[in-house]
C-alpha cells in the first residue's frame, strides 16, 4: 500500500479543477505573488473548456434576457483577449440571414415584452428589433479592432451562394474565434512560469478544514500515488463537478446549485468557401452558428438540453444530430445530412441554478461564493463564459484578496499569453518569415504553426534545414520536435492530449497514426521534464 506523501508547507491557494475559471485564476493569483496548486483529475480542458462553439463573443441573443451588463462586459472583453493573443485568437464576421419568420424564444424577457405590447407580432422578431440589438452589441463595449454592423444583398453577394434563394438581405456583425483548448492550456503554462504547481492527472480524493488550513488528499490516476497537501484557501472550480465536490470532497451542506445543460456540436464536411461565419435562427426561437473550421470542414452547434449526472460523458445524441442537421438545412441550399457528418463533441456547461425553466433560459453570468464560516475559507466558481474567463479571474481575486494580502493588484489586461507578443492583424508576417527561416515548410504548415505557437513556432523548429531535422514525422505536418515541445511545455501526457486538445490534428491522422504516436510520447516519457 502507498504511504501518502506529505508537501511540508501551505500554499496560499489551493484551485481544483484545470478548465479555464481554474487555470484563469491560478495564472492571475500567481502573476500577483500568491503560492499556487492547481489539481485537474484528467488532462487540461479535458471536459467543457475544449466542447465550446470557440467564440469570444459578447453572446447577441443573450441582449433579449435583458443580460445588459453580462454582454456588456464580453463585448468589452473580446479585443482585450484579442491583444493578447492573437495567434489563437482572431476577428470573425458573422452573418444573419433575415427573414419575416424569425420568432424568439417565447420564455425570452423580450418575448414576454413585446407580446403585451404589439401582440399581432406573435413572438416574431421584427427587423427594426434585430437592427436594434446589433445596434447595442456595436456600441455596448466599444470597438476599436472590430468592424461595425452592415447590411448585406444576398442576391449578389459571395456569402448568399450557399444559401437557398428565399434569403435576399443578412446583417453582417463582428466577434472572435479562439482555440478554446489552447487558451487553457497557455493559461495553465504561463500560471506555472509564475510559480504556480499545476498538476495535471491528479484527482482531490478529500478536502477538510484544520483550523485556519485546508487539508487536501490528492491521488495521481497515473500511479495511484497520493498526496497530501495544505492550504490557506481552497477554490473549487471544478466546472460540472463543483457541485460533486461541494457535497462529495467536501461533506458540505451547502445549498448552491449547479444546473448542468449538455451543448452539442457536428463537424461536417467543408459546406461553403468564404471564411466568414452563419447566424442562424430556428423556428423554435433558438439558435445555431455554422463556421469554418480546420480549413477543410464545418462546424454547426449549440444545442440545448439539461444533464443530470457529470459522470455521465456527454455525447452528441443521434436526435441531437438530426436536429442540428434539419436546422441548417433550412437555410443551405444544399441540405446537411447524418452522412455529412465527420465528427461530433459535446460539452456540459455549469450554470448557477437560477430556477429558470429551461436550459436555454439559464443564465450564462457567473457567480462566485465565498464560505468562511467554518474556518479557513472557500471560493465556489460556479457558471461563466469563455469570454469572461479573465474578468471572473479578477472577480475571483478581489474575494481572495479579503481573505489573503495581494502583493499585486489587477494586471493581466493586456498582458500576452505565450507566443502572444504580436500586433493583431500581423500573423501573415509571421507566417511569411517562419517560411523564409526555414523553407521546408509548406504554406498550411506555416500557418498551422503560427496559429497555435505565435512567435514561439521558430523555438520549436529552430535549426532545422529540413523536415527530417525535425525527427520522426506522426503524420499531417506533426513532427516529433512539436510533440516533444507539447509534452515539455504544455502538459501533453497521450496522444489524445496532442491530438485533440492541443491541436484538432485528430481530424487528419488514422488510427494507426495514432497508435504510433501514443507510443512514441509513452516511450520517451523520460524526455518531458516540464520547462516554461
Not at 35 to 62: C, I, P, Q, W
Not at 101 to 117: C, G, N, Q, Y
Not at 355 to 370: I, K, N, P, V
Not at 430 to 448: E, N
Request: net charge neutral.
Amino acid at each position: 500500500m502507498l504511504t501518502p506523501e506529505t508537501r511540508p508547507h501551505p500554499t496560499d491557494l489551493f484551485i481544483i479543477g484545470g478548465g479555464i475559471n481554474g487555470c484563469g485564476i491560478a495564472r492571475d493569483a500567481a502573476g500577483r505573488g500568491l503560492t499556487v496548486r492547481l489539481a485537474e483529475m484528467n488532462d487540461l480542458a479535458s471536459a467543457t473548456s475544449s466542447a465550446s462553439t470557440k467564440l469570444f463573443h459578447g453572446g447577441l441573443r443573450y441582449l433579449e434576457y435583458f443580460e445588459v451588463r453580462l454582454v456588456r462586459e464580453a463585448l468589452i472583453e473580446r479585443e482585450t483577449l484579442l491583444r493578447a493573443m492573437p495567434h489563437i485568437s482572431w476577428p470573425m464576421r458573422f452573418v444573419l440571414p433575415y427573414h419575416t419568420d424569425m420568432r424568439f424564444d417565447a420564455e425570452t424577457p423580450a418575448s414576454r415584452l413585446l407580446s403585451r405590447i404589439m401582440p399581432w407580432m406573435k413572438g416574431r422578431r421584427p427587423a427594426w428589433m434585430i437592427r436594434l440589438g446589433l445596434f447595442m452589441y456595436d456600441t455596448l463595449g466599444g470597438r476599436d479592432i472590430l468592424p461595425a454592423t452592415r447590411a448585406i444583398d444576398l442576391t449578389d453577394a459571395a456569402e448568399g451562394a450557399p444559401l437557398q434563394d428565399r434569403f435576399a438581405k443578412a446583417f453582417e456583425y463582428s466577434d472572435c474565434w479562439i482555440e478554446d483548448s489552447r487558451l487553457v492550456t497557455l493559461n495553465a503554462r504561463d500560471a506555472g512560469c509564475r510559480g504556480a504547481d499545476i498538476m495535471t492527472r491528479t484527482e482531490v480524493v478529500s478536502a477538510e478544514r484544520r483550523g485556519a488550513l485546508w487539508q487536501i488528499t490528492t491521488r495521481n490516476t497515473s500511479t495511484g500515488a497520493t498526496t497530501t497537501h495544505q492550504a490557506k484557501m481552497l477554490i473549487n472550480a471544478a466546472g460540472p463537478w463543483v457541485g460533486d465536490v461541494l457535497t462529495q470532497k467536501l461533506r458540505s451542506n451547502s445549498r448552491e446549485g449547479v444546473r448542468l445543460v449538455r451543448g452539442s456540436h457536428i463537424v461536417t464536411r467543408k459546406l461553403f468557401d468564404h471564411d466568414k461565419c452563419y447566424f442562424f435562427q430556428g423556428e423554435d426561437g433558438r439558435i445555431i452558428f455554422a463556421i469554418p473550421y480546420e480549413n477543410d470542414f464545418t462546424l454547426i452547434g449549440t444545442t440545448d438540453h439539461d444533464h443530470s449526472d457529470p459522470a455521465t460523458p456527454p455525447t452528441c445524441t443521434d436526435e441531437e444530430q438530426d436536429y442540428l442537421c434539419r436546422f441548417a438545412s433550412r437555410y443551405f441550399k444544399q441540405p446537411v445530412t447524418r452522412d455529412d457528418v465527420v465528427w461530433t463533441y459535446s460539452g456540459v456547461r455549469p450554470l448557477y441554478d437560477d430556477g429558470a425553466s429551461s436550459a436555454t433560459a439559464a443564465t450564462r453570468d457567473y457567480t462566485l461564493t465565498l464560505d468562511t464560516e467554518a474556518g479557513a475559507p472557500l471560493l465556489n466558481v460556479f457558471g461563466g463564459k469563455i469570454t469572461t474567463y479573465r474578468k471572473l479571474a479578477e472577480s475571483a481575486l478581489a474575494k481572495i484578496g479579503t481573505q489573503l494580502p495581494l502583493p499585486k493588484g489587477d494586471w493581466t489586461a493586456g498582458v500576452p499569453l505565450p507566443g502572444g507578443n504580436f500586433e493583431v492583424g500581423s500573423r501573415d508576417f509571421l507566417v511569411d518569415d517562419l517560411q523564409r527561416t526555414h523553407p521546408f515548410l509548406s504554406p498550411t504548415w506555416a500557418l498551422r504553426l503560427i496559429k497555435a505557437y505565435g512567435t514561439e513556432a521558430p523555438t520549436i523548429l529552430g535549426e532545422a534545414r529540413s523536415a527530417a531535422d525535425l525527427g520522426q514525422d506522426f503524420g499531417a505536418t506533426l513532427t516529433e520536435a512539436e510533440v516533444l515541445w507539447l509534452m515539455q511545455r504544455e502538459f501533453a501526457q497521450t496522444a489524445e492530449d496532442v491530438l485533440w486538445r492541443r491541436s484538432k490534428l485528430g481530424l487528419r491522422l488514422t488510427a494507426e497514426q495514432v497508435t504510433v504516436l501514443d507510443a512514441w510520447m509513452q516511450d520517451n516519457r523520460h524526455r518531458a521534464k516540464l520547462r516554461c
